[in-house]
């Protein structure tokens, strides 16, 4: 029995200002140490001052998880020596006089299985310690406090995966749910970080830290699986330990023993007073928070008839389901659902593509409707959404700059069916004995008809013609 | 010119034109330089005095000047001044320099005061005599072969011996109301919140204030004018309302009702010390107040409680001088990290180390039940104690001090005479309530101060009854 546990850092990329002062929460265009000041580099005398508003998106992410909120939280005091940490205690939660962190008692649903949240936190991110040469063995190492105090939101989930696989797919939802709920944006670097802890039957928990990214956690976690497992099956105690992945040799190392465990002394931070979360908070956030993720897809199905697969890949992506809500109505939802998921998700899929892309709503609409009505092919119509994303030009432009438009009649289709059929009569003769000839023919028609003729209707008359079905 | 005038007198001598501000801070200066080498208040002065006077006279003159019109004002070492070193007393802070002003400061200079120089103090205010400042210790003026309480002994020496008007220090367990007393001055510790702590370096965070210092009990509200209230930089501070503290001070304290707090005025005072309470006691009797025996049990569990919270915080509040970001000359290069770490932090002075070692060890996993969470038991039955008794009277009265001022090194290694320093004091600081000093008695040659403890934002009533009691005793001139 295997027991896989979740440890999130979710940094709240969309906030404007970092946890406890005014500096950027997106730090990440400054010159090194240029997006400090007296609060997040903790000269002395300087006091934290609390974002009201990193308190609200964190309570948003626990009603997400379906979390328990309390009337009020505290700060506590996590005291621990490091060099990327400024005051040498991180502010953070810690639930030692009851329930004061954001949220507990949460779980998400993935596949049937239920995955249980612990407790929701928010708190501190540190500096950045920069390794010459980027090995920790180096000299010299260089700290860059532009990251110290941005918002971070801990998640917490008991120990109730029982795979790898499980864990993916779980952190695949939670990227969706925090971007569709607007609080952070997971594409950008170090914006979500996982760590894991791992047990497995007749041995102790084991933490591994020290992960990149969410493909490294799943091969971190098969890794020591793999180890625990094969200790156990040799009778050598698996102990309670942290151990560090080591992504240049893809295994992980002992880090420090539970008895080397740091005592961080946690207590409350008396310069943040304890804060008050009234019913009206909740409300007021509640018609603040953007439809879930299930909701979206379960409205796409029933209201517009999209197929249930093309709706759960459109209501997964924020970035799309933005566009598609911008630009539908309830007679093109769902040729603008199609446009997406077969065509568009193909030109922005990553996020410079997307940042550079040029197309609107608008854009996505007068495409839709342009099929609808007829007046260009599915086939051009890609040509020309191509074309949108690259130069965001109007799509009657398009259309008349590279010729998209006249769609063919069906008598014209069929002439040219016919002098197609002249030119290939030996592929024509060898349709009884190979049926797949009829593709063939289409791709030609289609060359002749420069992606002017509907596919459909091309194919079902060239079917008549040829006498096959 | 007289530097013995009042932070009133001053204002009111600039606006009627008999004396300028550059007058005024230049005497000041000639002063300091006359008598500091004695009493070593200051750690610090600040060179362009002078050249500020000057500005601050042209905006007089131009009828522009704000409330405190140049008014010569001095600054506890470690309280954020702007561009000055503000070191806390420490080696480990010799070089900070700080980049901002804290809020009182620019709230003071918002208004024209002159900031001639940062003041002594015990290392990061930890101490009652600045016997623990690196810098070497601060005089009392009364006598310099005694010490001048602390922790913001170099204020209250200052402001005693004339080498400012005001001053601010802070009050951490007594810190402000100790020295005022030793050095026959008015000091208030306000209620928790009503003062900015932005720009103040931490100490014990949770229940320490800064506070006014100065020779009369109305100047101290005039201080408390300009600093007091919310403060967009201090998550605890609290709006006062923009309360006008100078208004009807003279109200009085006919009707009121004042307990003595029982624990705080038998066991342990000193007889002179004791016989001034009761002529205090007497005093306010005659100005139509009425007298009630208050006991309150956890004052004798308050000292312990407060070193344990003291410490703890401290031990996490201190942690940040790693020397890494600002602090001491100390070549970082050839250590790994954690005996850098020791090596950096090894130049915090005896106190400092005692408290940051016990800071580490009463809150630790396996000793937090028996010390820290004791400790904040205490310190929320001593609130409530306090709360019950401040609905029967209005304050509680006691000596600030249970002892007289004493000399250098008698006390610094007696655990007991430790005790009886902080006892009286720690009580504001534990639950939160506001505290004046009022010096009362010079008793061959030493003086005493009496202690009032009033509710919470009740820090104007304080003043009142301060104010009345200032007013049933003539005492006698600093004599140096």
Redesign the interface.
């Known amino acids: 029995m295997i027991k896989i546990g979740l440890e999130i850092h979710c940094q709240l990329t969309n906030l404007a200002s970092k946890l406890f002062c005014s500096c950027k929460a997106n730090y990440r265009e400054f010159e090194s140490n240029t997006n400090i000041c007296p609060v997040c580099i903790g000269l002395p005398g300087s006091l934290p001052m609390l974002n009201r508003r990193a308190v609200e998106k964190a309570t948003m992410i626990s009603m997400a998880l379906n979390c328990k909120t309390p009337e009020k939280i505290a700060f506590f005091r996590k005291n621990y020596f490091y060099p990327d940490l400024p005051k040498n205690f991180q502010i953070t939660q810690y639930d030692v006089y009851g329930h004061t962190s954001i949220g507990h008692e949460g779980k998400i649903t993935i596949e049937g299985k239920e995955i249980r949240i612990r407790r929701i936190q928010i708190e501190e991110d540190p500096g950045r310690l920069i390794y010459e040469g980027s090995s920790e063995k180096t000299q010299i190492t260089l700290v860059d406090y532009n990251r110290a105090g941005t918002p971070l939101v801990e998640i917490v989930t008991e120990p109730d995966f029982e795979n790898p696989k499980q864990v993916r797919l779980f952190l695949n939802i939670l990227v969706d749910l925090l971007s569709n709920l607007g609080v952070s944006d997971p594409s950008l670097e170090g914006a979500l970080r996982a760590d894991g802890n791992v047990s497995v039957k007749g041995g102790n928990k084991v933490e591994i830290k020290n992960v990149a990214s969410f493909h490294d956690l799943e091969k971190a976690l098969h890794f020591e699986i793999t180890r625990q497992q094969s200790l156990v099956e040799r009778g050598i105690p698996v102990i309670s330990e942290t151990r560090q992945w080591d992504d240049k040799r893809k295994i992980t190392v002992s880090a420090r023993t539970k008895e080397e465990e740091q005592d961080y002394r946690y207590f409350l931070e008396g310069d943040i007073p304890w804060v008050k979360l009234s019913p009206e908070h909740f409300n007021q956030l509640k018609k603040e928070m953007p439809e879930s993720i299930a909701s979206k897809r379960d409205r796409y199905i029933t209201k517009y008839g999209i197929p249930e697969q093309v709706a759960e890949v459109l209501s997964s992506d924020k970035y799309y389901t933005d566009l598609f809500e911008q630009a539908h109505n309830e007679k093109n939802a769902k040729e603008i659902a199609n446009i997406i998921t077969t065509d568009l998700m193909g030109f922005v899929d990553t996020r410079e593509k997307r940042e550079k892309s040029k197309l609107t709503h608008h854009h996505l609409s007068d495409l839709a409707n342009a099929i609808i009505s007829n007046k260009i092919t599915r086939s051009s119509a890609k040509t020309a959404l191509l074309n949108m994303v690259q130069t965001g030009k109007p799509l009657a432009s398009i259309i008349t700059e590279q010729d998209l438009g006249n769609v063919l009649d069906e008598s014209k289709i069929s002439l040219i069916i016919n002098e197609v059929l002249q030119e290939e009569s030996n592929a024509v003769a060898e349709i009884k004995e190979k049926p797949e000839t009829v593709n063939y023919l289409v791709g030609k028609i289609m060359k002749k008809t420069k992606g002017k003729a509907d596919p459909a209707k091309t194919l079902d008359i060239l079917k008549k013609k040829l006498g096959v079905e | 010119m007289n530097l013995r005038i009042s932070a009133l007198k001053y204002v009111e001598e600039i606006k009627n034109g008999n004396i300028t501000t550059e007058e005024f801070i230049s005497k000041t200066i000639e002063r300091i330089q006359k008598v500091d080498s004695k009493l070593h208040a200051y750690l610090s002065l600040n060179d362009k005095a002078i050249e500020q006077a000057r500005v601050v006279d042209k905006k007089i003159k131009s009828k522009d000047g704000g409330a405190c019109m140049g008014m010569p004002i001095s600054i506890k070492d470690?309280?954020?001044v702007k561009g000055t070193k503000?070191t806390?007393a420490s080696k480990m802070?010799e070089n900070?320099v700080?980049?901002?002003d804290?809020t009182v400061v620019s709230r003071l200079k918002e208004q024209d005061a002159i900031i001639v120089g940062k003041t002594n103090l015990d290392e990061f205010a930890m101490g009652f005599t600045t016997e623990f400042s690196a810098f070497g210790p601060s005089k009392n003026p009364w006598n310099t072969e005694y010490v001048p309480g602390g922790s913001s002994g170099g204020s209250a020496v200052a402001v005693s011996a004339l080498e400012c008007i005001a001053s601010l220090g802070s009050d951490t367990g007594g810190s402000v109301r100790n020295p005022a007393s030793f050095c026959s001055i008015v000091g208030l510790k306000p209620t928790y919140g009503l003062i900015s702590?932005?720009?103040?370096?931490?100490y014990s965070?949770?229940i320490e204030q800064i506070g006014p210092m100065a020779r009369t009990v109305e100047d101290v509200a005039f201080m408390l004018n300009i600093i007091a209230g919310i403060d967009?930089?201090?998550?605890?501070t609290v709006d006062n309302q923009k309360q006008d503290y100078l208004k009807e001070i003279d109200a009085g304290v006919n009707g009121k009702k004042i307990g003595i707090i029982k624990e705080m005025t038998q066991e342990g005072v000193d007889k002179q010390v004791s016989s001034a309470t009761n002529k205090a006691i007497s005093n306010f009797e005659k100005l139509g107040a009425s007298i009630e025996e208050i006991s309150l049990d956890m004052v004798k569990y308050s000292v312990a409680a407060y070193y344990t919270i003291t410490a703890?915080?401290a031990?996490?509040n201190l942690?940040?001088?790693?020397n890494?970001?600002?602090g001491y000359d100390f070549d970082l290069e050839g250590y790994e990290?954690?005996s850098y770490?020791s090596k950096a932090r090894r130049n915090f002075g005896p106190e400092v180390t005692r408290r940051m070692i016990l800071g580490?060890f009463v809150?630790?996993?396996g000793h937090?039940g028996r010390y820290?969470l004791k400790a904040m038991k205490v310190k929320s039955k001593l609130t409530s104690e306090i709360n019950e008794a401040l609905k029967k009277v209005d304050m509680l009265l006691s000596p600030t001090v249970p002892v007289l001022p004493f000399k250098f090194g008698e006390k610094i290694d007696d655990p007991i005479a430790l005790f009886l320093v902080d006892i009286n004091t720690v009580t504001a600081n534990l639950t939160g309530k506001p505290a004046i000093s009022v010096p009362f008695e010079i008793s061959n040659g030493l003086p005493i101060g009496i202690q009032l403890l009033g509710k919470p934002l009740h820090d104007k009533q304080l003043l009142q009854a301060a104010y009345a009691l200032q007013n049933t005793v003539k005492l006698p001139e600093v004599p140096i």
Not at chain 2, 197 to 202: D, P, Q, T
């Open positions: 470690n309280i954020c503000t806390c802070l900070f700080s980049p901002y804290a702590r932005y720009g103040l370096i931490s965070n949770s967009s930089h201090d998550n605890t703890t915080e031990g996490s942690a940040r001088y790693d890494l970001r600002y990290f954690n770490i580490g809150p630790s996993a937090a820290f």
